[in-house]
C-alpha cells in the first residue's frame, strides 16, 4: 500500500515538473528571489509513515498558518466570541482583497484571506512580544511535534516592511472596529505567523495531525479537540484556495490551504496529510505544480471525498 502510494506520489510529480508557467510571488522580495524551479512533495499517513519525493527545501508558512490560527482561536476562546469577529462566507475573491472592510459587515468573510486572519491574530496579539512568540512556538509547536519554532527573519522583516496592502486593510479594519486591540501588534502577530519556517516533511505531518482527528501521527499527543478539527476543515474546504476554492474542490475534493511561498497542503481525512512545495504561482496566489500534483494525485488514488459517495 505504501510502495503503491510512493509510485503514485512519483507519477503525480512527474506530471507536475514541465510545468513552468506562473510567477513567484513578487511583493515580499525574500519570496520573489527564491529559485522557481523548487519542487518538492511529501505525504505523513495517520499511522506516521513518511514519503517524499523532490529536495525538501525550506519555505515559509504564509497563508497556510491561517486554519491553525483559527483552530487555536476556536479552543481558546470558543466558537461565539471568534464568530463575532470573522464570519465563515467565501468571498469569491483574492486573498489580499479589500472587499470585507467595504461592506461594513463589521467582520471579514473568512479566517482564510488575509482581513480574516489578521482580525483572528489580534485576539492573539496581546502581552509582550516575547509572549506572543511563546504562543506561536506553543501553538505551531504542537503540530509540528517539536519546539522551538524557526522564523525566516529576512521574510519576517521583508512582510513588516512591505506589507502595505496588509498595512492598509488592518488600518480599515481598526477604523470600522473590527479589531480588538493595536493594529500593530494584530500585524506583528500575523507576520510572525506567516514567517514560520518548515519543509514539506513538517508540513505533512502537521496535515496528517488534521487528517488524523487531531492527534499528532508520530507523538501521539491530541493536538485539537474533534469539534474544532471538523470546523476548521470545513473552512479549509470551502475557503481554503481564495477564488479557485469551488474549482479545488471539484477537481480534488480534499480540505487544503495555499500559501504565496508556493506551498500547498492537503488532508486526506483518516488517511494521510500531503505537503507541495514549488513557488510559481497562478493568477489565485496558488502554486500551479501543487495544484497539479493534487488534482493528478487525487485523481490516481480517488481521494476526492465523494468518490465513494
Ligand atoms: N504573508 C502573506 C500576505 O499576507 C500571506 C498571503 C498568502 O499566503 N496568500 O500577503
Known sequence: MLQELQEHLEWAFAQAEPLKHGKNAGYIPALAEVDPERFSACICTTSGEII???EDNPFTLQSMSKPFLYAEALATFG???????VAVEPTGKPFDALIDVQSGSKRPHNPMINAGAIAIASLFAQGSERD??????HLFGRYLGRTPIQFNTRVYLNER????G???LAHLMNHFGMLGGSVEAALDFYFKACSLQLNCRDLSVMAATLANGGRHPLTGRRVLPGR???DTLTVQATCGLYDYSGRFWFDVGVPAKSG???????????KMGIAVYAPRLDENGNSVRGLSLLKSLSQKCRFHVFDHA
Open 166 to 168: 496588509n498595512r492598509a
Open 161 to 164: 516592511d512591505t506589507a502595505f
Open 228 to 230: 474544532y478539527l471538523r
Open 260 to 270: 504565496v511561498s508556493g506551498g500547498i497542503f492537503a488532508v486526506v481525512p483518516g
Open 132 to 137: 506572543q512568540v511563546r504562543r506561536l512556538d
Open 79 to 85: 466558537i461565539e466570541t471568534v464568530h463575532q469577529h
Open 52 to 54: 517524499r519525493v523532490g
